[in-house]
């Protein structure tokens, strides 16, 4: 038998909105004026992409370490037409990861990498 409570609850639901989907038509409300409130991190991935799959769960750990600090928006690159976020950002491969802070792109990288390198990223590009 699962027991919630009312913060169990509300804990879940703010940690889920840490972390969404967006597609093209939302991502410049929910990312690039979002993001100057809470810095967000973009994850430009597919479905078929291996290292994509990877990185995926690094990023969720990311997130949960920076509480409420930093927002994580999931681009499925195949999904609509959200590969033109590809090309306005020119993407050359996935998963590629774009940090959006007040507005603008502040720094990149592609590929999978380990949790260790995400955190030095944050930490360089945010302060």
Same mark, same amino acid.
């Given at each position: 038998?699962?027991?919630?409570?009312? %913060?169990?609850? +509300?804990?879940?639901?703010?940690?889920?909105?840490?972390?969404?989907?967006?597609?093209?038509?939302?991502?410049?409300?929910?990312?690039?004026?979002?993001? #100057?409130?809470?810095?967000?991190?973009?994850?430009? %991935?597919?479905? %078929?992409?291996?290292?994509?799959?990877?990185?995926?769960? +690094?990023?969720?750990?990311? +997130?949960?370490?920076?509480?409420?600090?930093?927002?994580?928006?999931?681009?499925?690159?195949?999904?609509?037409? #959200?590969?033109?976020?590809?090309?306005?950002?020119?993407?050359?491969?996935?998963?590629?990861?774009?940090?959006?802070?007040?507005?603008?792109?502040?720094?990149?990288?592609?590929?999978?990498?380990?949790?260790?390198?995400?955190?030095?990223?944050?930490?360089?590009?945010?302060?």
């Amino acid at each position: 038998m699962c027991v919630l409570n009312k %913060w169990m609850v +509300i804990t879940v639901q703010k940690k889920e909105a840490l972390i969404f989907d967006v597609d093209l038509e939302q991502f410049d409300e929910m990312v690039v004026a979002a993001s #100057n409130n809470t810095p967000v991190l973009v994850d430009l %991935w597919a479905e %078929w992409c291996s290292p994509c799959l990877v990185i995926s769960p +690094i990023l969720k750990r990311l +997130i949960d370490e920076y509480d409420a600090e930093l927002k994580l928006a999931k681009v499925e690159v195949d999904e609509g037409e #959200n590969m033109k976020l590809a090309g306005r950002y020119k993407v050359r491969g996935f998963p590629t990861i774009i940090l959006i802070n007040k507005g603008e792109e502040v720094a990149r990288f592609s590929g999978a990498k380990p949790l260790s390198f995400l955190r030095n990223f944050i930490e360089e590009n945010l302060n």
